[in-house]
């Protein structure tokens, strides 16, 4: 059994950065196969932002390369998501995943 804890989100003007947080217990992170973090936005469905497997190999969604960095903590079992240059199209509530488990989502909203 995996919690997810995620904290971060909030408003933040085009332009402007976001670090979310996902902190994990029950399980090393490092122990699973995969953390991601996705996110819905209101009428769309629920699609990957970033992941990062056990070996630390990294993905990302196209609409974020550039711009957004997943990385992880050993010492606080937590996985961030930096967010750097945020559009409107970012605004969504994110959800951390670990393999089979969710997070409770955080809501970014990014204003124009």
């Known amino acids: 059994q995996v919690q997810l804890a995620e904290s971060g989100g909030g408003l933040v003007q085009a332009g402007g950065s976001l670090r979310l947080s996902c902190a994990a217990s029950?399980?090393?992170?490092?122990?699973?196969?995969?953390m991601g973090w996705y996110r819905q936005a209101p009428g769309k469905q629920r699609e990957l932002v970033a992941s990062?497997?056990?070996?630390?190999?990294?993905n990302y969604a196209d609409s974020v390369k550039g711009r957004f960095t997943i990385s992880r903590d050993a010492y606080r079992n937590t996985v961030y998501l930096q967010m750097n240059s945020l559009k409107p199209d970012d605004t969504a509530v994110y959800y951390c995943?670990?393999?089979?488990?969710w997070g409770q989502g955080t809501q970014v909203t990014v204003s124009s």
């Open positions: 995943n670990a393999d089979n488990w």
């Open positions: 029950g399980r090393n992170i490092f122990s699973l196969n995969n």
């Open positions: 990062i497997g056990r070996s630390g190999i990294r």
